[in-house]
């Protein structure tokens, strides 16, 4: 009988699991304190089971591969993903955890057992009530990042991952803290206290694995060849890290909350502009990215054909409208919709003021209700103010760059991701001169429209949209130039028709702009390569430096 060659590796494969099984356990049960002996050979035989299949598996995976979006990159299957110790490789498991597993005789098995990971099952959960980042126009998806990047890496269309730890590039730690603060998808938490599996990583990163081996039941032996530094985490919420800062904000939270002077590679949508300029090297081996918007709405044109329509209801005559960004003939000056709250409220409630007082709101009060004020409103306007609230951004400057709108920086510690403000050295980023315009926020602290009649308290002062209205339109048009290219970056998302309108929820595969460059920045990071540059920078700082603990507006 004659049997193709996949199938006779896999009957020979097959042979050598049973066999491996079962010497496997003899030697547990006959040499129970020879536990480094028992990792040792889960690790020889997983080295011999993969050179075995390699020339099969490699031909399998570039077919698999071939349409992955990902496959040039360079960490083209190098990623690996920590599994739960019930679900992945026994040699990734801590000695504990092996010992439970094998059954040896005197050990609890209850007590070192390991609970499930339930922020992954939450993920799932949500998806199917469509609840937190997963309902549109949820508040929640601001907060998504942990779950993007998830996606990134682990979805079926994905060819990141590699099942050996040895040769990896990078870890990831499928730690999603947003979904584990937020319990049920709900926007306030019930506790903002820290949870297990949170001070298990911070415990981790500074050097105590006791939480790592018995709370996530998984070796240490990688974590400590290289410190960490080759490992990343996502920090998905600006105001909150492994642990909530609570009323500590500025570098205090980046710190202590978010650990970012620490060796692994941490992901967020937020750092200040203090921050940055004193810790340029640390906050280089981190990467900051966008406010995700998986509102697959934005991607598809929806939005596009609702402020098209509306015009057209409204009798309003504006060409190419859909040609949106390319075009500035649109028909409000400026959009701004904020609430006023956060330790910038004062300059918030100064800028909603004299918005009441222009011509803009006055032809958004013409049209009645918009049906979405963020996705058509946005799309009336030429500039979009952006204020700091609670902290200094917000996914109002990401909805702007997405809509075509200018936006308009007030907020002194905001930093563009992905530019030359985080990292100065990277010609590659983007310059925000070319797509934004940034003011000095403290001119805006006070109304410059009367209270009384809404006329200009000072002519040479004059209110933000009078301002705005003085720019030429060559220069109009320039920004929307660099608009086209930020807008790109800033996407995780393809811009297609094709596409769902809730993009998470019907697990389509993030391959825009912005997951192309968090690759990349992955990749210029991969083995821990910036963090030796970040050392350095503390040791010559030394630890008597003030840090603010609160934002600038």
């Known amino acids: 009988m004659m049997f193709s060659k996949r199938r006779t590796t896999t009957i020979l494969l097959s042979c050598l699991a049973g066999l491996y099984m079962y010497v496997t356990f003899s030697a547990h049960q006959k040499q129970v304190a020879q536990s480094n002996n028992k990792g040792s050979a889960d690790k020889i035989m997983h080295q011999f089971m993969s050179l075995l299949v390699e020339d099969s598996s490699a031909k399998e995976s570039s077919d698999k591969d071939k349409n992955c979006p990902f496959r040039n990159s360079g960490l083209y299957r190098s990623v690996y993903v920590y599994e739960h110790p019930d679900i992945g490789p026994s040699y990734m498991r801590s000695p504990r955890i092996l010992n439970r597993s094998y059954g040896i005789e005197g050990v609890d098995a209850e007590l070192f057992s390991i609970p499930k990971w339930q922020w992954l099952e939450e993920k799932e959960n949500w998806k199917v009530f469509n609840v937190g980042p997963f309902k549109i126009g949820s508040s929640m998806e601001q907060y998504s990042l942990d779950t993007i990047v998830h996606d990134i890496i682990t979805h079926p269309d994905s060819c990141l991952r590699t099942t050996d730890p040895a040769t990896a590039k990078l870890f990831y730690v499928p730690y999603l803290n947003s979904i584990d603060f937020h319990k ?129 209801s409204q009798r309003v005559n504006i060409s190419n409208l859909s040609n949106f960004p390319e075009v500035h003939q649109r028909p409000a000056k400026m959009f701004y919709s904020g609430g006023n709250h956060g330790t910038c409220e004062h300059m918030r409630k100064s ?56 936006p308009v920086i007030l907020s002194e510690d905001f930093v563009w991701p992905l530019s030359r403000e985080f990292d100065p050295e990277n010609k590659a980023f983007l310059d925000p001169e070319h797509f934004s315009i940034r003011l000095n926020s403290a001119l805006f602290f006070e109304p410059k429209c009367s209270k009384e009649n809404c006329t200009p308290v000072s002519s040479n002062d004059p209110p933000l949209h009078d301002f705005l209205s003085s720019i030429s339109n060559e220069k109009i048009k320039s920004l929307l130039e660099g608009l086209k290219e930020a807008r790109q970056t800033y996407s995780f998302y393809r811009f297609d028709a094709s596409h769902p309108d809730q993009l998470m929820r019907e697990g389509t595969l993030p391959d825009g702009g912005a997951s192309h460059a968090l690759l990349a920045a992955l990749e210029e990071r991969a083995l821990g390569k910036k963090w030796p540059a970040c050392l350095e920078e503390l040791q010559n700082l030394g630890d008597n430096v003030v840090q603010p603990r609160a934002f600038k507006c």
Not at 241 to 266: A, D, E, V, Y
Request: net charge neutral; charged share 20%; proline share 9%.
């Open 351 to 406: 800028i909603q003021h004299d918005y009441e007082c222009s011509p803009s709101k006055a032809f958004y009060n013409s049209l009645g209700k918009l049906s979405s004020p963020y996705g058509v409103g946005m799309r009336l306007a030429d500039f979009c103010p952006c204020p700091g609230g609670d902290t200094p951004s917000a996914k109002r400057m990401f909805d702007a760059v997405l809509s075509g709108c200018i």
């Open 184 to 312: 049920y998808g709900k926007l306030f938490p019930s506790s903002y206290d820290t949870t297990p599996h949170a001070q298990a990583i911070m415990d981790a990163i500074d050097g105590d694995y006791s939480g790592w081996n018995n709370i996530w039941g998984l070796t240490d032996q990688f974590w400590k060849r290289r410190q960490g530094s080759d490992h990343f985490f996502t920090h998905p919420e600006p105001c909150h890290g492994f642990s909530h800062p609570r009323w500590k904000r500025g570098n205090h939270h980046f710190i202590h909350s978010q650990m970012q002077l620490k060796p692994p590679i941490m992901l967020s949508v937020e750092l200040s502009t203090t921050f940055v300029k004193m810790y340029p090297k640390c906050a280089a081996k981190n990467i900051l990215l966008p406010y995700p918007i998986p509102d697959g709405r934005v991607f598809n044109g929806f939005f596009v054909e609702e402020a098209n329509q509306f015009l057209q």
